[in-house]
């Protein structure tokens, strides 16, 4: 075979892993699809039983039929929920599998890696169910056994949609995914996993798991309220709570007045917090039957057949803190990223450091993502997960008593403030016979910084990095780094950023900043020793800008100018109108904000080498961006397709080409692309999330 004949391995890993991550999702779908049926599977079981009963004892139970007619309940909730779930993935991709029936190819780490997440009452000794749950939103792994083996398609051989030979591209509806047809047969063991969720949800979201709440979350709330007495609204300290389940402890946190993130692994756990989060409008608005599984340690029938409310109360009206958010995927590959270090202010740790493959990397990674002196607060057993897991020999499970725990904690520079025994449950019936009760361990550490054998300090002082030096700095761009341009054009006083709140933070009056305190560009050109950039439109003012901090002159531009226009796009009005998008808030486009700065180099000097201006610009840093934002959000916001926003691509692309070209004229100038988009913006309450919804997915 020629090279140019030879497969794609890498491409056919990765639609084979997107493919087998479809599938998993589809799984754990099809576990709550199913749910119904488990339950009345039991029943019939249940009648099976009574049925077998000598006519004497049934006499006796003749109240026993009656009961199971009351276990047949229909589970509205469950189809509400998955009619208002957003599959993240293409749903017909994991038809490639079936044309892939050997999977030793498939990477490794593809193919194994399980999350335990469930605790509750069983007839284990533990007291917690713990079981395999191979779902995760990024770098979503499942074992084979349970891809291959476990799960079968209810009907795999029509109904799939039809694959273009030319493509590969299946053509779905999608919603089919609902479909019957398009459901797994899963193993009893998946939908155990949505009885589990049901406990989770009467622990995190209903009134009667307000007890376990009491015993877990309120020492956790009461320490950080007392850690952190002074919480400002402006600049409110931020909080991590991985493992967040759904999502109870991390709200509560927000409204504490913390800007508070969840980071949840398991798709089970996120498409429940999701609806609840983002689409209940009343309290007790869904009801769930959350013991009628087992009839085991009933006081009675009642008691077991009891109907459970839920939520307790209106998420959307809780008073959380702007910035609560819930960010999906594995906690080791989400925070191991180099922009989580140093980034929290606390990390809440609950019912979830024993969920490790490798305790020790979870505590060094709490370590690195918080800031020194920063604070870990950690409640919860030590019932690892993966210690009974019997899978492939490279399967890790590191257990490690709470002393060694401890240990590794001081190893990686925490200090110990506070540690006590808090005695509680995990998803218990409340009023059953049985209840498994942990002696969990709850502490408070302070981070004090690394000074062990892990990262030994240098021997020798380590050489300061050698600065830029630039004479000026050029700016081109929207909101993220307006500096007071918009609120100079016509329709100005009527935007937001000319009121209040904005530059509340930074001299108590308006800025003509979108923020309420500093942008990137205002700590770059302080970094550089520089002024910040005036705005290009205060060269047409006849007196003084009142946005202008008091003190300064009206118009300085010997260190730069800032051309960036709040709400401007990349590519001019008229082209987007071509494209049917409407540019609503300025028609000063990125290409206007270039015209602008060669009319300005223009009117400044006749004879470019011989003038003042020409030797700035030979020693100035000039920045582009972020730009192109508003372009794909305003069409997105106007109802256009991602194929529509797609064909904006290199036309954008284009027009930020334009701007490097002015380093075929000014060959000494340094050019920065900046995309500050999901960096650190400062304070910038627009880009902040709008809603719950907006802060899941």
């Not at 509400?80 to 999977?103: G, K």
């Not at 109907?307 to 959307?316: G, R």
């Not at 990397?361 to 604070?375: A, F, N, P």
């Not at 002082?461 to 761009?477: A, L, N, V």
Request: contains cysteine; aromatic residues 10%; hydrophobic residues 35%.
């Amino acid at each position: 075979m020629s090279n140019e004949e030879q497969p794609d391995n890498k491409h056919t890993h990765t639609k084979l892993e997107e493919a087998m991550e479809v599938k998993s999702l589809r799984r754990i779908i099809s576990a709550y699809l199913n749910y119904s049926d488990a339950a009345e599977e039991d029943v019939k079981r249940y009648e099976r039983s009574y049925r077998s009963l000598p006519t004497a004892h049934k006499a006796i139970l003749s109240h026993y039929p009656f009961k199971c007619q009351q276990l047949r309940r229909k589970f509205i909730f469950i189809q509400n929920m998955l009619e208002a779930f957003d599959p993240p993935l293409d749903m017909s991709q994991d038809i490639v599998i079936y044309e892939h029936e050997e999977l030793e190819n498939v990477p490794k780490n593809c193919l194994s890696g399980e999350r335990n997440f469930c605790s509750g009452q069983s007839a284990s000794t533990s007291g917690r169910t713990c079981f395999s749950e191979g779902d995760q939103t990024k770098g979503y792994k499942e074992s084979q056994s349970s891809a291959s083996n476990d799960v079968e398609a209810v009907n795999n051989q029509a109904g799939l949609g039809s694959i273009s030979e030319s493509k590969g591209n299946v053509n779905l509806d999608p919603r089919d995914w609902l479909d019957p047809k398009f459901q797994l047969k899963v193993p009893l063991v998946d939908v155990d996993k949505v009885r589990c969720i049901i406990r989770n949800i009467v622990r995190d979201w209903a009134s009667e798991g307000g007890k376990e709440r009491d015993q877990c979350y309120t020492p956790i709330l009461e320490e950080l309220d007392r850690l952190f007495p002074n919480r400002s609204k402006d600049s409110p300290p931020c909080c991590l709570v991985p493992g967040a389940g759904l999502g109870r402890l991390t709200l509560e946190i927000s409204c504490l007045g913390f800007i508070s993130q969840g980071n949840e692994f398991s798709y089970y756990m996120m498409i429940c917090s999701m609806f609840i989060l983002n689409h209940t409008e009343t309290v007790g608005e869904w009801t769930v039957h959350p013991w009628i599984h087992s009839n085991c340690n009933s006081l009675s029938d009642n008691d077991q057949l009891r109907v459970v409310s839920f939520p307790d109360i209106h998420p959307a009206s809780a008073g959380i803190t702007e910035g609560f958010s819930m960010c999906g995927g594995d906690f080791v590959e989400v925070y191991s990223d180099s922009n989580q270090e140093g980034a929290w202010d606390a990390v809440v740790t609950c019912f979830f450091l024993d969920t490790a493959h490798n305790i020790v990397e979870y505590i060094e990674i709490i370590s690195r993502i918080l800031k020194d002196g920063g604070v870990w607060i950690n409640l919860g057993p030590l019932l690892y997960h993966f210690a009974d897991a019997y899978g492939t020999e490279d399967e890790m499970s590191i257990e490690l008593s709470l002393e060694d725990v401890m240990k590794v904690a001081f190893d990686y520079g925490f200090h110990l403030e506070h540690e006590k025994i808090v005695e509680t449950t995990y998803t218990a019936n409340p009023q059953a016979m049985m209840q498994n009760r942990y002696n969990a361990a709850f502490w408070t550490m302070t981070k004090k910084g690394m000074q062990s054998r892990t990262q030994p300090r240098p021997l020798r002082p380590q050489p300061e990095p050698q600065r830029c030096k630039y004479d000026g700095i050029f700016q081109f761009g929207d909101s993220i780094s307006d500096t007071g341009n918009q609120i100079l054009e016509p329709a100005g006083p009527r935007s937001p950023c000319a009121h209040n709140p904005y530059g509340q933070k930074l001299i108590g009056e308006p800025t003509g900043r979108c923020s309420n305190g500093r942008l990137m560009i205002d700590f770059i050109a302080q970094a550089l020793g520089l002024p910040t950039p005036k705005p290009y439109l205060e060269l047409g003012l006849p007196t003084p800008n009142p946005y202008l901090e008091p003190g300064e002159p009206a118009v300085s531009f010997n260190h730069g100018v800032n051309f960036a226009v709040a709400g401007s796009t990349s590519l001019n009005t008229s082209v987007l109108l071509q494209n049917g998008i409407l540019s609503p808030v300025t028609n000063s486009s990125l290409l206007v904000q270039l015209d602008w700065f060669l009319a300005h180099y223009q009117n400044l000097c006749e004879t470019a080498k011989n003038c003042e201006t020409y030797n700035i610009l030979k020693g100035s840093l000039f920045m582009v961006g972020e730009t192109g934002g508003n372009d794909y959000n305003y069409a997105f916001l106007q109802g256009k397709s991602i194929e529509d926003a797609t064909a904006l691509v290199p036309l954008v692309v284009n027009n930020i080409r334009d701007v490097a070209k002015l380093r075929l004229e000014y060959p000494n100038v340094a050019i920065v692309y900046a995309d500050y988009y999901q960096a650190s913006n400062g304070f910038l309450p627009m880009l902040h999330n709008l809603d719950l919804k907006q802060s899941l997915f």
